[in-house]
Antibody
Framework: QVQLQESGPGLVKPSETLSLTCAVS?????????WGWIRQPPGKGLEWIGS???????YYNPSLKSRVTISVDTSKNQFSLKLSSVTAADTAVYYC???????????????????WGQGTMVTVSS | EIVLTQSPGTLSLSPGERATLSCRAS???????LAWYQQKPGQAPRLLIY???SRATGIPDRFSGSGSGTDFTLTISRLEPEDFAVYYC??????????FGGGTKVEIK
């Protein structure tokens, strides 16, 4: 079955760049679907960060867009998140997740997130 | 941005009781692109309902979703011990950003 697994540093210093990777097993990410990132600050709710279509189109939350880059590495069957200029407000559990949908000339559509990784805690602190 | 407001914040019920959770959107959700997730402590969210009323694979039929436009409901017909958790609604589709509600905690009374 399809499984997602996040990895990356658990501690990042303020003003630096947070970098996480999501390894996908059981499915070739170049074959389809959107691959996204969602975060959850301790004790709080969920926030969508952004998603990348298997073809490479990206969609970001406007609240984070200036600091976020999501990319795909098909050779390693994984996708990545980079969040720059982090502050303590970026401390959260970061989840990667899969969603269906399409991205064509006439429009795009992102489906609900049907498969999630277990999440990885990232703390921003000096 | 579509803002989703969930109520109540906390629902205190006993096993076997019926749970009714509400999710209200600040504007109409296109084509009922509304999902519900369940999250237990230390775990990732799990998709329960999509398209406002369709159960995801493997979800028991005691979970049901309804609604359209701006008002949506998740009903758990008879609470099982494993159903005590936090529930989130989410709108998806072409209206970005994708957004989640603030969550409803269903706790044991």
């Amino acid at each position: 079955q399809v499984q997602l697994q996040e990895s990356g540093p658990g501690l990042v210093k303020p003003s630096e760049t947070l970098s996480l990777t999501c390894a996908v097993s059981g499915y070739s990410i170049s074959s389809g679907y959107y691959w996204g990132w969602i975060r959850q600050p301790p004790g709080k709710g969920l926030e969508w960060i952004g998603s990348i279509y298997h073809s490479g189109s990206t969609y970001y939350n406007p609240s984070l867009k200036s600091r976020v880059t999501i990319s795909v590495d098909t050779s390693k069957n994984q996708f990545s998140l980079k969040l720059s200029s982090v502050t303590a407000a970026d401390t959260a559990v970061y989840y990667c997740a899969r969603s269906g949908g399409y991205d064509i000339l006439t429009g795009y559509y992102l489906d609900a997130f049907d498969i999630w990784g277990q999440g990885t805690m990232v703390t921003v602190s000096s | 941005e579509i803002v989703l407001t969930q109520s109540p914040g906390t629902l205190s019920l006993s096993p076997g009781e019926r749970a009714t959770l509400s999710c209200r959107a600040s504007q109409s959700v296109s084509s009922s692109y509304l999902a519900w997730y369940q999250q237990k402590p230390g775990q990732a969210p799990r998709l329960l309902i999509y398209g406002a009323s369709s159960r995801a694979t493997g979800i028991p039929d005691r979970f049901s979703g309804s609604g359209s436009g701006t008002d949506f409901t998740l009903t758990i017909s008879r609470l099982e011990p494993e159903d005590f958790a936090v529930y989130y609604c989410q709108q998806y589709g072409s209206s970005l950003p994708l957004t989640f509600g603030g969550g409803t905690k269903v706790e044991i009374k």
